[in-house]
């Protein structure tokens, strides 16, 4: 799973910049003599002064990075019920010596076909199968929030999502067969951030 998502996010990353090197370019101005000046002065030749082609750094994405961030503790939860399964970071399995790292949250729902919405507004980067079931991710600037394990999605790449928009819906818990189970990541360009730190309380 990790792979494929920083692959999705490289792929986001190298359209931010391309479309950066381009607006810069287009905003980047002929210079011309001042049309006052004698033919023994110097023209001005020093260019219009850009900005430098940052990654994720439109204005657009300096608004939502600042929303994003503004957020801290207050971002809803993508279900409206369920409980954190399985925590972000290191964790063992119960009554068994199966240990493993969680780059997000395990969320557990009553039950599948709980719907899952978007946290923050952003735009659809990403919609891919993993296994038999579905992912969703989204941008919200130079941040990047997952939804994987989605019996079906209704939005499509490219879509521009609102805070709360429901994009899917939970697929059945394989371990138990009664429960749904989601899995939620967040991330900074390519680092995990712990989703509950960000999440309300």
């Not at 019920?81 to 395990?106: A, F, L, M, W």
């Not at 521009?160 to 991330?187: C, N, P, R, W, Y």
Request: glycine share 8%.
């Amino acid at each position: 799973i990790t792979s494929i998502i920083n692959r999705e996010i490289a792929a986001a990353k190298a359209a931010a910049k391309k479309k950066a090197d381009e607006d810069a370019g287009k905003n980047v101005k002929p210079v011309t003599p001042d049309a006052g000046a004698t033919n023994n002065a110097t023209p001005n030749t020093k260019p219009n002064v850009v900005r430098e082609s940052v990654v994720f750094n439109t204005e657009a994405d300096l608004r939502l990075n600042s929303g994003f961030e503004n957020n801290r503790l207050k971002l809803p939860w993508p279900v409206d019920q369920g409980t954190v399964c399985v925590h972000y970071g290191s964790y063992q399995i119960p009554d068994t010596k199966i240990r493993g790292e969680n780059p997000g949250i395990t969320i557990c729902t009553s039950q599948p076909g709980t719907n899952v919405k978007s946290v923050f507004e952003g735009e659809v980067v990403s919609v891919f199968n993993i296994g038999d079931t579905k992912s969703v991710m989204i941008r919200h600037g130079k941040y990047f929030t997952v939804y994987s394990n989605l019996a079906g999605v209704n939005v499509s790449k490219g879509a521009k999502v609102s805070t709360g928009q429901s994009i899917g819906k939970v697929a059945a818990d394989e371990d138990d067969g009664v429960g749904g189970k989601l899995e939620f990541l967040l991330m900074m360009e390519n680092k995990n951030l712990n989703p509950e730190q960000w999440l309300r309380r």
